[in-house]
């Protein structure tokens, strides 16, 4: 059997799969999942090694994961996540190791490593992961060649749900948008300008706050004010991360739940700017299973 996980900060989905199940194109069916993955892949707590220590790692996978796994038949796991930089690899690979006595392979690497092998496989392109921040890479098929760094929401993460409601609320209360918008945007979220501020400013996580507006902008995307700041932010996008690859020629694929909901205007964007868009995952998960099953 092997393990392939996909991890974020706050959660981790786990794909248990039998290594002789033919290369998919699709996930596995109930039929052929294990039984503990017949409903759905496995969800636990995020793996970040920024945010945990190697101790709480350890105790973490084994608290979450080992009740739902038969460890002894667990051949490979291969981790993607957050956190997980070249310094922390080490880290990630020995709170895995530790629990599967039978583990002949394990790899742990970053997301965005992830992103690419899932978007591209073996094929050369440029990925990118568009969810609360954004970031991007070019990939030559094994590996990153090179990545142009989000710098966050403050500094950068153009792409990202949090600048997304950054760029919204200026518009909204600066006077870009009218005052019946205004109106219709506080009653139907309950907040008020300083609320907003004090939500921003104030309190713990103001990306995840900011990316949370994305629910109101998506249901008001066909307003034309609306629809030119999506269509602009996302052209902020290529021309801030993407152009410095200078690959106007490869497609850029994308990965992550804001890719997945504004595709139209990110495709429009992506025109716009004279790119070509590849792939959109809204999840990472299924197309690295598919990666690491052998192939025939």
């Not at 038969?70 to 051949?75: D, F, K, L, Q």
């Not at 039978?102 to 568009?130: K, M, P, W």
């Amino acid at each position: 059997m092997i393990l392939v996980a996909d991890s974020g900060s706050t959660k981790t989905d786990w794909a248990l799969v039998d290594s002789h199940l033919s290369p998919l194109t699709s996930f596995p069916s109930r039929a052929r999942l294990p039984v503990a993955f017949h409903h759905s892949p496995l969800t636990t707590r995020g793996l970040n090694p920024y945010h945990w220590t190697e101790e709480g790692l350890t105790a973490a996978i084994g608290q979450d994961l080992l009740p739902h796994v038969e460890a002894s038949e667990v051949t490979a796991v291969y981790f993607y996540g957050s956190g997980v930089t070249p310094e922390m690899r080490p880290v990630m690979e020995r709170a895995i190791r530790s629990h599967f006595p039978a583990l002949e392979t394990v790899e742990a690497e970053s997301d965005l490593l992830g992103a690419a092998r899932a978007l591209c496989g073996h094929g050369e392109g440029i990925a990118a992961i568009l969810g609360t921040g954004s970031n991007s890479c070019l990939y030559d098929g094994e590996r990153i060649l090179q990545n142009t760094p989000s710098l966050g929401y403050i500094l950068g993460d153009e792409g990202g749900g949090a600048t997304m409601g950054r760029l919204f609320l200026t518009a909204l209360y600066k006077g870009f948008l009218s005052e019946e918008f205004k109106r219709d945007f506080e009653a139907a979220t309950g907040l008020t300008q300083a609320e907003v501020i004090r939500r921003v400013y104030r309190e713990p996580q103001p990306n995840a706050f900011l990316a949370s507006l994305s629910e109101y902008i998506h249901s008001h995307r066909h307003d034309e004010i609306i629809h030119e700041l999506l269509v602009s932010h996302f052209e902020g996008f290529f021309v801030n991360n993407i152009s410095f690859y200078h690959r106007r020629q490869l497609p850029v694929s994308f990965v992550g739940s804001i890719a997945h909901y504004y595709q139209q205007e990110l495709r429009e964007a992506a025109s716009r700017q004279h790119y070509l868009v590849g792939t959109i995952l809204h999840k990472p998960l299924e197309a690295l299973v598919d990666y690491h099953l052998p192939k025939a």
